[in-house]
Structure formats: structure tokens, C-alpha cells
DNA sequence: GGCAGCGATGCAAATCGTTTGCATTTGGCC
DNA sequence: GGCCAAATGCAAACGATTTGCATCGCTGCC
């Protein structure tokens, strides 16, 4: 049990208002999805494709359903694509308002995943770029560890 | 053409040092390697196992033994592996006294990449450690943006 | 509430990067 | 030169993800 500060539990959208999202970009609020999102609302902690299926209850719908489903779901901006360095993608729910930029202390051993409340480069990244020609610049930062339990 | 600073031009080690850091860890010094490293140490900038099969003389090697090439290098301290966010590994030749830790700023239109010099976390990581109590913590960090000729 | 139409889904096959089994070759060392 | 473990070629296997296509089911509209 890592005594990492967690971020605050932010506030969950309910059902209806995430339906609501889903049809105000002209998308259906399917059967499939509605799970999805539930499993998503359940637990924060990014997940991945198969994760999502093996919580949803039997066969509610196919593996690529899913990966379809959160593709969209990325692009609407309701939940946000993790890369925790296994060459496995993950997600997790967004609220309407966060851009979901964040980062991730991952145990190297037993891939338990703590949120950090850092973010070390908000002035290094105008520097970068400024320096570099570069725009739009921003980053991705993900920690690396030995978690107590597996120490 | 990114103006960005770009780390010194390190003294590369000469094929026959490389040679010789090999025999050391009781590993051959094959054609294949040699070849594989020639390509490694005439770009410094991390390539990917397919863009070093495609700049080896026509057929010198199966895709196989570059794979297993770049994961013996890599055991053996003398590449190091980047992840620079697109699901393919990308390998850069080590000197012998340098632990590889860098980070880049990548185009995302054209994959353009540059390295960067900083290295934002030096306290942040112990801070992360003691909080947390994981051990042996360590960091990836990438940027991302779109390079002067992209944009 | 019923319907048409477009978006969504299931299923299977395809992709892509990477790994591996196995028979054969080769570099390092005496 | 010869031995032998290490290295390689080739093809098949893999795991994550994507996609083609026929079918199905939300939604907005009447
Ligand atoms: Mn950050
Ligand atoms: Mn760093
Ligand atoms: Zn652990
Ligand atoms: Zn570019």
C-alpha cells in the first residue's frame, strides 16, 4: 500500500451526463460503451483493452468492440491514452474539464501503478521550445520503481 | 534544421575497442555486429532494428540476428534502448562510461528527433522515492511537438 | 411509438513489431 | 587445423492492435 499522496478522488460524471457527451458528438451511447465507461468510473487507474474486457460481464462484447470503442472515446477527449512503457496501452476516464496530463510511478516488478502529482517541466517546456523551433511542445513522464511489496 | 543545442559530439569508440567489449562478456565479434555497429556509431541518434537492416550492405544479415544483436548489445551495456512514444524500440551505441540516461524532443508529423540536454528531475526522483517508498526509482521523459519544417 | 439511416458490432483475417525453434554455420581459442 | 559454444538464417509463432464486411441497433424524426 504506497504512501503516495493520491490525487483528490475528482468527482465522477454520472451515466446520463456521460451519454449526454457521447451524443453531443453525433456517437451512440451503446451497450457496450455503457460498460465500458461503467468499468472506466469504477476504478481510475489506467487500464487496458483486456483489462476492460475481463471486468465486463460475460461476453457483453467482442475484444475489438472495445479497442473501437476507446479509440473514439480518445478522440471525443473522454478518457486519455497512458503509455506505461510495456508496449500496452491504457486508459482512464477524463472529467469534461481536465485535460488529463499526468504522470505514473509504475512498479518494475508486479506493474503496480501509483499517480504522481508532479509535473517537474511546466517552464521547461517553453524552454525547449523556444530553444528547438519546436511547437505545440509537451511531454511525457512516467517513473520507474521497486515497489515496497516486491522490494 | 532545429536549433536546438545539441549534446557535444561524443568521441565514439573504435571498432576494435567495440571489439574487445564484446570478447570481454565472453560474446563474438561477428560480421553482423560489426556491421550493425558501424551503422550505430555513424548516427548518433537512436534507430530503430529496421532502419539499421535497411542501412547494412544488401542482405549482410537476416532482421532476426539484428533483433538479437541489439538485445545483446543492450545486455551487455553498450547500446541503449529508447521508447519515443510509437511502439517501435529504438537503439543508440553507449560509451563505456556513460549510463544512457537522455531525452528527446520528437516531431510528431515527421518523427524528426533531437536530444535534448535537460534533465529535469534529479531531486523530483529521490522526492518521488521517499514518498512513495519505492526503490530504485528511475524516469523516461519525452517531448513531443511539431518541428520548424512541419509546422 | 414506429422507421429509416447511419453508426456500431461480431467475427475472422490481416498487420506490425518482435521473438523463437531448429538445423546449420562460424568465431575464438588451443 | 579442429573443437564447440555461440551466432545465424529461415520460417513459424506471438501479442497487441486494426480492419473488411455483413449484420445489427441507437437516434432523431414524423
Ligand atoms: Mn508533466
Ligand atoms: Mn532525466
Ligand atoms: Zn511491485
Ligand atoms: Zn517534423
Do not use: W
Amino acid at each position: 500500500m504506497p504512501a503516495v499522496t493520491q490525487s483528490l478522488p475528482r468527482r465522477l460524471a454520472e451515466m446520463p451526463v456521460l451519454a449526454d457527451r457521447l451524443r453531443r458528438h453525433a456517437r451512440k451511447f451503446t451497450g457496450a460503451r455503457q460498460a465500458i465507461l461503467a468499468v472506466l468510473r469504477h476504478d481510475s487507474r489506467p487500464m487496458s483493452n483486456k483489462e476492460i474486457f475481463a471486468r465486463l460481464p460475460g461476453g457483453l462484447c467482442d475484444l475489438a468492440t472495445i479497442y473501437r470503442s476507446l479509440h473514439l472515446l480518445e478522440e471525443v477527449g473522454m478518457v486519455k491514452r497512458f503509455d506505461l512503457g510495456d508496449g500496452v496501452a491504457r486508459f482512464a476516464l477524463l472529467r469534461e474539464d481536465d485535460d488529463g496530463h499526468r504522470h505514473h510511478l509504475v512498479c518494475t516488478r508486479c506493474a503496480e501503478v501509483v499517480e504522481i502529482e508532479e509535473c517537474c517541466t511546466p517552464e521547461v517546456e517553453k524552454r525547449i521550445s523556444e530553444r528547438s523551433g519546436f511547437k505545440a511542445v509537451t511531454h511525457r513522464l512516467e517513473f520507474f520503481g521497486i515497489c515496497p511489496t516486491c522490494q
